[in-house]
């Protein structure tokens, strides 16, 4: 060992004393391990500002207690068996300890894909498409650029203006949102729809949520103390007079929805139901919280606005994320907002992450601004198109035997599937057979009995898709 970084006590015991016992805490914390040589009395008197006879007085303190042997050549080694705690650290655990309370809803059970051979995860990119050497060109180009304390230095907590101007034209053209609101740039959607919560709602508050949904969401929300309440949900999505019967039975604060591509069953919501969903809110004064995680991964047509789109008296908070578009790391999402949330949004963000990464807010600027991100999403778009047919075709083909429901979807990573089987049991059958997938059981606010799965296809390649398609089929049928 050549250095041992020592808290030494501050108090009027002799300093050789004091010495001894930050050793001792040295070990207790594994900063020094048994059976490891100490630095030299010379290195420690050195590093401790005091006398070499003084720290071999500590040394041999620590000889006596059973800490430590000394080996004539070669200093002092820490002995493999350790004494007990000393008398004052005996009396310490006499007194309370802390509990740690942590809440149930804050940790999401989940089955984890890892070490499969074929795996179909919602709303995962394929990443091997990604264009690292365009993208890289970007990031380069900002390096040469950006000076370096502009880029390694503290920036605006809601994200720089290079990044927030690209996305005000880019959401103006392409979803058309009014550049009257104010963007807010966070960590993905989820830190927004976090903060969204922490900012605007109270403990015991009431928000609405589609009665099969999105998990990780739910506990966002959670997290501020609020209450959800589930809202029917069928082939269309969110039923607007399901809603309405659940606000004259209670105040209701919020609705989260996700319009575009329902999460979990995929289905896009019509334009009839969402006037209707906006009109039972309005009546009701609850403020609708918009999650357009996928809007660029859509097949059939061009996809319909956003709610936020149509919003004439405001209480539309919209929020969306392009780490299904980019790559996962980058964590960019955003909100857009009343400028009176998002001055909050901003200083909230401060509080709790501070800021996004300058780096990668500049390079993406940059890639937006040369149109390599445009792109990147027409070629993504139409090889997710074609992948979805495959899945599509590889479940028609090995579902022989089975009770197969799907249908294509208007857009989206995912395809919400039955094959007429208990959906965890199948989870765990396919696990056996080297296929991961999400049990649809786990996207219910209310869980019961459900047959229903979400095979994400984006991430996987047509072969990939036909032997774990194979393979999940004859699991699914061993359970019949």
């Known amino acids: 060992m050549r250095t041992l970084n020592l808290d030494i006590p501050a108090d009027d015991t002799p300093l050789y004393l004091r010495l001894s016992r930050a050793i001792r805490g040295a070990v207790r914390a594994g900063q020094a391990r048994p059976g490891e040589l100490l630095p030299s009395t010379r290195v420690l008197a050195q590093a401790c500002g005091a006398h070499r006879h003084t720290v071999m007085s500590a040394l041999d303190e620590l000889v006596a207690e059973g800490w430590l042997e000394a080996e004539?050549?070669?200093?002092?080694?820490?002995?493999?068996?350790?004494?007990?705690?000393?008398?004052?650290?005996?009396?310490?655990?006499?007194?309370?300890?802390?509990?740690?309370?942590?809440?149930?809803d804050a940790i999401l059970p989940q089955r984890t894909s890892e070490g499969l051979p074929f795996a179909f995860p919602s709303g995962q990119p394929d990443l091997r498409l990604f264009p690292v050497r365009d993208y890289y060109g970007c990031l380069r180009d900002t390096l040469r650029r950006v000076p370096a304390p502009s880029l390694l230095g503290y920036?605006?907590?809601?994200?720089?203006?290079?990044?927030?101007?690209?996305?005000?034209?880019?959401?103006?053209?392409?979803?058309?949102?009014?550049?009257?609101?104010?963007?807010?740039?966070?960590?993905?959607?989820?830190?927004?729809?976090?903060?969204?919560?922490?900012?605007?709602?109270?403990?015991?508050?009431?928000?609405?949520?589609?009665?099969?949904?999105?998990?990780?969401?739910?506990?966002?929300?959670?997290?501020?103390?609020?209450?959800?309440?589930?809202?029917?949900?069928?082939?269309?999505?969110?039923?607007?007079?399901?809603?309405?019967?659940?606000?004259?039975?209670?105040?209701?604060?919020?609705?989260?929805?996700?319009?575009?591509?329902?999460?979990?069953?995929?289905?896009?919501?019509?334009?009839?139901?969402?006037?209707?969903?906006?009109?039972?809110?309005?009546?009701?004064?609850?403020?609708?919280?918009?999650?357009?995680?996928?809007?660029?991964?859509?097949?059939?047509?061009?996809?319909?606005?956003?709610?936020?789109?149509?919003?004439?008296?405001g209480r539309v908070l919209y929020v969306s994320t392009f780490s299904k578009v980019l790559y996962p790391a980058a964590r960019i999402g955003f909100a857009v907002v009343p400028r009176v949330v998002a001055e909050g949004l901003r200083r909230l963000k401060h509080i709790a992450s501070r800021q996004n990464d300058t780096l990668v807010q500049h390079t993406v600027a940059r890639w937006m601004a040369t149109g390599g991100f445009e792109r990147h999403l027409r070629r993504m778009r139409r090889e997710y198109s074609?992948?979805?047919?495959?899945?599509?075709?590889?479940?028609?083909?090995?579902?022989?035997?089975?009770?197969?429901?799907?249908?294509?979807?208007?857009?989206?990573?995912?395809?919400?599937?039955?094959?007429?089987?208990?959906?965890?049991?199948?989870?765990?059958?396919?696990?056996?057979?080297?296929?991961?997938?999400?049990?649809?059981?786990?996207?219910m606010l209310r869980p019961r009995a459900n047959t229903w799965l979400r095979l994400g296809f984006a991430s996987t390649t047509p072969d990939e898709i036909d032997e774990g398609v194979r393979r999940l089929c004859a699991a699914a049928r061993s359970l019949r």
């Open 72 to 104: 004539r050549g070669r200093g002092y080694r820490i002995l493999a068996t350790l004494p007990g705690d000393p008398p004052e650290a005996a009396a310490a655990a006499e007194n309370p300890r802390v509990e740690w309370r942590v809440a149930r």
């Open 155 to 313: 920036a605006a907590a809601g994200g720089i203006s290079e990044l927030t101007g690209e996305l005000a034209t880019y959401l103006r053209r392409l979803r058309g949102l009014s550049t009257e609101r104010d963007i807010v740039v966070t960590h993905g959607s989820q830190e927004a729809i976090f903060l969204l919560g922490m900012l605007l709602l109270e403990r015991g508050d009431v928000v609405a949520v589609e009665a099969m949904g999105y998990p990780p969401a739910w506990g966002a929300l959670r997290a501020s103390g609020a209450r959800l309440a589930p809202v029917e949900v069928d082939a269309a999505g969110i039923v607007p007079e399901a809603l309405d019967r659940l606000a004259r039975r209670r105040p209701i604060r919020m609705v989260y929805v996700t319009p575009l591509h329902q999460y979990p069953t995929t289905v896009t919501l019509p334009v009839p139901r969402r006037a209707a969903l906006y009109e039972v809110c309005a009546r009701h004064g609850i403020a609708i919280l918009e999650d357009d995680y996928d809007h660029e991964f859509h097949y059939r047509s061009s996809p319909l606005a956003p709610l936020a789109a149509s919003n004439p008296d």
């Open 386 to 443: 074609l992948r979805c047919d495959a899945m599509l075709a590889a479940l028609k083909r090995e579902s022989g035997g089975l009770r197969l429901e799907v249908r294509r979807p208007d857009g989206g990573m995912s395809l919400w599937v039955s094959l007429g089987v208990d959906d965890v049991a199948l989870a765990d059958a396919a696990a056996a057979a080297g296929v991961g997938i999400v049990a649809g059981r786990h996207a």
